[in-house]
């Protein structure tokens, strides 16, 4: 972990964030050097460590936007992609619901306010259960909303425990392996009751990105190219779904890039006294490339899977 970002915990948050930093940077990168591949606590690990900056300069919502019309503001297109996945998964009022891979509940905390759902939020990262449940209780909407950390890959659950899943955005980064993917989708079918349904997005490549795109890729993204070549809706079919309704969203989520870069460049001083002046211009320069490399190669999945 950069120094720079060291200081700056320290100075934000004193001893026990720093703490909190330093165990993230540790249980991320051994993975990858002992394996030479992410794992799932090095999943965990990952969203530990960005939270705090991703709610700094993006939002609580830890996913790309869904700009209908483009001249929506990042906060509303935010809202739009969590509105399209909950109408996919057919919510009614007073069902029981649950948001795989949650972050810090706030699609959750949305969805419970619209739709009187009651929603039990799963996430692999510690530090985002724990502010989840900040959120929550300052929301007071404890009574409507709960965050436990858990792997949606293997779930403490009974079997059809909900009547309806939302996973907004979170396989691709729950899953680590080409296995991981099937074993989500049989565990969401296990704890979905029949007739139930998944409103499900996630961005997708078609295909590998060359070594330099792929640099930029998995600074920005934690992944690498060949872990988001996925046919979603086919791994949905395979294990025992029927797929209502189908959509490719890419095309309306590329905007989220350049709000994202304009919020950076707004606050571009508290960058570079967070991360330093080279770190800071990295992260911009990656930033500026995602765009073109999705256009190029992804899909974004949104779809109704009935069980």
């Known amino acids: 972990m950069p120094a720079q970002i060291l200081v700056t915990t320290w100075r ?3 001893a026990v964030g720093s703490a909190r930093k330093l165990s993230a940077a540790i249980r991320l990168a051994l993975p990858v050097l002992v394996r030479g591949r992410r794992s799932a606590a090095g999943v965990g690990a990952y969203f530990d460590l960005i939270t705090d900056d991703a709610r700094l300069f993006y939002d609580d919502n830890f996913h790309i936007g869904y700009f209908r019309s483009g001249r929506e503001t990042l906060a509303e297109a935010l809202d ?3 509105d399209l996945v909950a109408e996919m998964a057919r919510l009614q009022a ?3 619901v649950l948001d795989a891979g949650c972050g810090i509940a706030a699609p959750a905390l949305r969805i419970a306010e619209r739709y009187g759902c009651e929603i039990t939020g799963v996430n692999i990262s510690r ?4 502010q989840g449940r900040q959120v929550i209780e300052e929301r007071r909407m404890s009574h409507r909303v709960r965050i436990v950390r858990g792997d949606v890959r293997a779930l403490d659950l009974p079997d059809g425990s909900f009547d309806a899943i939302v996973c907004l ?3 691709g980064d729950i899953c680590v392996t080409e296995r991981d993917k099937d074993r989500l989708v049989r565990e969401l079918h296990r704890v979905l009751r029949p007739g139930g ?3 499900f997005s996630d ?3 078609r295909a590998c990105p060359s070594q330099h795109e792929e640099h930029a890729l998995r600074a920005v993204l934690y992944h690498s190219g060949a872990e988001l070549v996925t046919d979603w ?3 949905f079919v395979r294990n025992g779904f029927t797929i209502l309704d189908r959509r490719d969203i890419i095309a309306n989520t590329i905007e989220t890039w350049d709000r994202v870069r304009a919020v950076y460049e707004q606050r571009s001083v508290e960058a570079v006294h967070r991360y330093g002046h080279r770190l800071a211009h990295r992260i911009r320069a990656q930033i500026d490339l995602i765009p073109k490399i999705l256009a190029k190669y992804a899909t974004f999945p949104v779809f109704s899977a009935l069980k």
């Open 233 to 235: 809706p086919a791994l």
């Open 127 to 130: 530090e985002q259960v724990r």
């Open 197 to 199: 349904h998944v409103g």
């Open 80 to 82: 739009a992609h969590t």
């Open 169 to 171: 955005e979170a396989a």
């Open 94 to 96: 007073r069902q029981r």
């Open 12 to 14: 934000d948050g004193g």
């Open 203 to 205: 961005l997708a490549l």
